[in-house]
């Protein structure tokens, strides 16, 4: 059988002989007088296996026990490592939306300012502290099919709202006025919109509300008083026991 040297022109990409030599994945078969490190096609197959392992993201250690146990031993590793990956690439993707989020926060403010940056991380994080993953993905998929005129348009419909139950209640109106209930029956409109009536979404969202107070929560465009007041109005509904 043939020994040759393993070259920069002779070996697959991926780690060379010294790397392994040191892990102890190859070890050269002899040495020429001029102390050549020679190996056979065994040793050479063996480095193409290690390359082809090392492909797909097995670390030495990893491609040393895989060798030495065998093909079942590599079925477990490598779902293993499937594993490891998707959870890499769920955090990713978590980042992702969390930036394009921060983004689109900075955007529409007139003249971004680090403050507003770390406002808008904050409140990132709050949202994620509360929200599963699959729920900020329907978020962000709601998001995108309202595009931009559409949140401003229920943006506006909020700012609005907000204003109008708050003049009822500094006013002292019964929250089981018609007008009221008129009001909660918008009120718990929009909260469906934004949930899009999965129940999951909106425990979570009243989970935040609760947790973290209605003023950081809302991000200070309502208060305890006013949340309270808006409470009684939905607890007057008819059909509310």
């Given at each position: 059988?043939?020994?040759?040297?393993?070259?920069?022109?002779?070996r697959?990409?991926g780690?060379?002989?010294a790397?392994?030599r040191?892990?102890?994945?190859?070890?050269p078969?002899?040495r020429?007088?001029?102390g050549?490190r020679?190996?056979?096609?065994a040793?050479?197959?063996?480095?193409?296996r290690?390359?082809?392992?090392?492909?797909?993201?097995?670390?030495?250690?990893?491609?040393?026990?895989?060798?030495g146990?065998?093909p079942?031993?590599?079925?477990?590793?490598?779902r293993?490592?499937?594993?490891?990956?998707?959870?890499?690439?769920?955090?990713r993707?978590g980042?992702?939306?969390?930036?394009?989020r921060i983004?689109?926060?900075?955007?529409h403010a007139?003249?971004?300012?680090?403050d507003q940056?770390?406002?808008a991380?904050?409140?990132?994080?709050m949202?994620?502290?509360?929200y599963?993953?699959?729920q900020?993905?329907?978020l962000?998929a709601?998001?995108?099919?309202?595009?931009?005129?559409?949140?401003?348009?229920?943006?506006?419909d909020?700012?609005?709202?907000?204003?109008v139950?708050?003049?009822?209640r500094?006013r002292?109106t019964?929250?089981a006025?018609?007008?009221?209930?008129?009001l909660?029956?918008?009120?718990?409109?929009?909260?469906e919109?934004?949930t899009?009536?999965?129940?999951?979404?909106e425990?979570s969202?009243?989970?935040m509300?609760?947790?973290?107070?209605?003023?950081?929560?809302s991000r200070?465009?309502?208060?305890?008083?006013?949340m309270?007041y808006v409470?009684?109005?939905?607890?007057?509904?008819?059909?509310?026991?």
């Open positions: 059988m043939e020994d040759r040297r393993v070259g920069e022109g002779h697959p990409d780690p060379g002989p790397p392994l040191r892990a102890r994945l190859l070890e078969s002899e020429t007088g001029a050549h020679l190996y056979r096609e040793e050479v197959g063996r480095l193409y290690i390359v082809a392992l090392r492909r797909l993201g097995l670390g030495l250690d990893e491609i040393g026990s895989v060798l146990e065998g079942s031993d590599l079925s477990a590793l490598v293993e490592h499937v594993g490891r990956l998707k959870h890499e690439v769920d955090q993707e980042l992702r939306r969390r930036l394009l983004l689109d926060a900075l955007e007139s003249e971004p300012s680090v940056l770390i406002e991380m904050e409140a990132m994080t949202i994620e502290k509360h599963t993953p699959d900020l993905s329907q962000e709601r998001r995108r099919d309202l595009g931009e005129e559409g949140m401003q348009r229920a943006q506006e909020w700012t609005e709202l907000i204003a139950v708050e003049v009822k500094e002292g019964d929250p006025d018609p007008r009221v209930q008129e909660a029956a918008r009120w718990q409109a929009l909260v919109a934004f899009g009536g999965d129940p999951g979404i425990r969202l009243h989970s509300y609760e947790q973290e107070g209605v003023q950081a929560a200070g465009a309502l208060d305890e008083e006013l309270a409470g009684r109005a939905m607890e007057a509904r008819p059909g509310r026991a």
